[in-house]
């Protein structure tokens, strides 16, 4: 169990993950990924300012866990991350998706320290993770790797070739959270393309699941600490999100997949973090 | 003429440089026994992984493997080597530079049996305009062997295009080969041919037999596609009469497209391509009966360079 201590370290870093996307990567008038960017920031936050074993100041370090965003869209709570982190100043983040920028709309593993692999064609990102897993068993490393995906990239085929791949592997240093936030571009994904149902399909393919509240420090934890435990078999964490969390305007709202805030919703995207603050 | 197989040469290869290296690993969409990578599978079956048949997964495992610091090696026949994995092969191996090299076996039309589906005539094209994609197409066994060893050495990703039948030699032990490098097998005057793989003996037998005609025929063998020396074709092709290409492949995008774009440069030198005219493969029931439908003979190449030089 973590201490109350983490859990609130934790709920901070994410309510400052939340900060930078509002404030250094988006802003008036700036398109951004923010409704899934904001779903998976406790996620993000966990992982990066506790479980995972990493060094900001030695970004190649060979012993680190690994962390990669398939669903590379949501780079932006990725660089608020990194930056907060300390991998790079935190005044690259106004100068996001710019020409020459180190910060690419999409993770760029060549000009971004921190950034492992370039994700963001969908679906991609599990089958890389497993790759990366298998080498650093066969080198006999301990490191782990962690893969977010969203739910609505479960449509891509290669996800199931890749699941299929890590449980005949027994690929046991793989974790893969999936950030279900149950909308895509569009809209709702039970409307579209329906990916439900998800835990069954991942326990079909020979995961062992966990399903919690994608927004539960205490549960990720939980889950994470679980999946360490977890031998034989890849983990798949099903956390469930609400898309925009935290922002009440692009809470659960499609047009905030990649949406622009006008100056109003900017005042209240800021409103709404301020009454997060302890 | 003696002959042997690129499939084979290419898995002996493998195995050779994974005795050298631990950090060789291969991967498979069930056609090792074509491609041959079972050889690899046999020696290290520990860092030989069966990806099923699921090139996809395939390709994008391997960029994982290259960012662990392994040197993959993908197997599949040409057509899906390149084709079912475009994507992947773009956007995380091609974007980040990674040394993960792609062996297309079964290329052309050297899978005659199969027909349209499993007969590659754009991988070179495809491929050829991937970012930071090197492409090989080798000419012989011994070719092929040296070229493994050099894709495991280039850093980024190189694709090699590998003929499913037995070849006769143009190289030998003793012969260098350097990626990007043109390689001339033959010496004349009049007209030159940049070819490559199968076409290369095709370009020699036609070149031979316009000797007794007084037409004097250069032949290079350009197995390294790309990247191309584009100044040096431009040095090679001056004070020729005419330029020819010949490739076991579509007009549109190859080798024929990559030495024009090299003479693009210059006037005055006329180019003829050889090649498949925008059309997929058919099923034959043997690979020179194929070659011979589609005009990739040295009848073929012979024609084209007397009509070039108007000595139709």
Same mark, same amino acid.
């Given at each position: ?278 | ?127 050829? /305009?991937? *970012?930071?994609?090197?492409?090989? %197409?080798?000419?012989? @066994?011994?070719?092929? =062997?040296?070229? $493994?060893? +050099? ?73 390294? /596609?790309? *990247?191309?020396?584009?100044?040096? %074709?431009?040095?090679? @092709?001056?004070?020729? =009469?005419?330029? $020819?290409? +010949? ?21 005055d030198i006329p180019l003829a391509i050889v090649g498949i005219e925008d059309r997929f493969g058919t099923s034959a029931t043997n690979y020179d009966e194929l070659l011979v439908y589609y005009g990739l003979t040295a009848d073929a190449v012979k024609a084209r360079i007397k009509k070039i030089i108007g000595k139709e």
């Amino acid at each position: 169990m973590a201490s109350q201590a983490t859990i609130d370290h934790l709920e901070a870093k994410a309510l400052a993950l939340r900060d930078h996307i509002v404030n250094d990567l988006t802003g008036v008038g700036k398109v951004g990924h923010l409704g899934g960017s904001c779903s998976s920031a406790e996620i993000v936050a966990a992982l990066y300012f506790h479980k995972m074993k990493h060094d900001p100041q030695n970004p190649a370090l060979p012993d680190r866990d690994r962390f990669l965003l398939s669903k590379g869209h949501a780079a932006l709570v990725q660089y608020a991350a990194l930056a907060e982190a300390g991998y790079f100043p935190k005044e690259e983040m106004k100068k996001v998706k710019t020409l020459g920028a180190m910060l690419q709309g999409h993770p760029d593993m060549t000009r971004t320290p921190g950034i492992e692999a370039n994700t963001g064609s969908l679906g991609q990102g599990l089958s890389i993770a497993c790759g990366m897993a298998l080498g650093l068993r066969l080198d006999g490393q301990a490191s782990k790797v962690y893969v977010l995906i969203g739910d609505g990239e479960l449509a891509e085929g290669q996800i199931w070739e890749a699941a299929m791949a890590a449980s005949y592997y027994k690929i046991d240093n793989l974790v893969a959270i999936v950030d279900r936030n149950r909308l895509q571009a569009t809209g709702a994904i039970c409307d579209r393309f329906d990916t439900n149902p998800v835990t069954p399909k991942w326990a079909a393919f020979g995961w062992e699941t966990i399903e919690i509240d994608g927004h539960d420090i205490g549960a990720i934890l939980g889950a994470l600490d679980k999946a360490d435990r977890i031998k034989g078999k890849p983990t798949v964490i099903i956390a469930e999100t609400v898309k925009g969390k935290c922002i009440s305007f692009a809470e659960n709202n499609p047009a905030f997949h990649n949406g622009a805030m006008t100056p109003e919703q900017w005042e209240i995207a800021k409103s709404d973090l301020n009454k997060l603050r302890r | 003429m003696a002959t042997k197989s690129q499939r084979q040469a290419y898995g002996e290869a493998l195995v050779e440089l994974g005795k050298e290296n631990k950090n060789i690993v291969a991967l498979e969409a069930d056609l090792g026994k074509s491609t041959m990578s079972i050889l690899f599978q046999q020696q290290f079956p520990e860092r030989y992984f069966e990806m099923g048949i699921a090139e996809a997964n395939m390709a994008s495992t391997a960029a994982g493997l290259a960012l662990t610091g392994k040197i993959p090696f993908i197997n599949s026949f040409a057509v899906f080597a390149t084709g079912r994995c475009y994507d992947q092969l773009r956007q995380t191996i091609a974007i980040a530079g990674l040394n993960v090299n792609i062996c297309g076996s079964s290329a052309g039309l050297s899978d005659f049996g199969d027909g349209s589906t499993h007969q590659s005539v754009e991988d070179m094209a495809t491929m050829r /305009v991937i *970012p930071g994609m090197t492409v090989l %197409v080798p000419v012989d @066994a011994i070719e092929t =062997r040296k070229m $493994v060893r +050099a894709m495991a050495a280039h850093p980024g990703p190189c694709y090699i295009r590998i003929n499913r039948n037995d070849l006769p030699f143009f190289t030998d032990e003793e012969s260098e080969f350097e990626i990007g490098k043109l390689y001339p097998v033959r010496e004349g005057g009049d007209v030159i041919v940049f070819a490559n793989g199968v076409m290369v003996s095709k370009a020699v037998e036609a070149a031979e037999a316009l000797a007794g005609e007084g037409i004097s025929v250069k032949v290079v063998n350009v197995s390294t /596609v790309k *990247p191309l020396d584009k100044q040096a %074709v431009i040095a090679m @092709a001056k004070g020729f =009469r005419a330029v $020819v290409t +010949a490739e076991e492949h579509s007009v549109i995008g190859g080798l024929g497209s990559a030495i024009a774009e090299a003479l693009s440069e210059i006037k005055d030198i006329p180019l003829a391509i050889v090649g498949i005219e925008d059309r997929f493969g058919t099923s034959a029931t043997n690979y020179d009966e194929l070659l011979v439908y589609y005009g990739l003979t040295a009848d073929a190449v012979k024609a084209r360079i007397k009509k070039i030089i108007g000595k139709e």
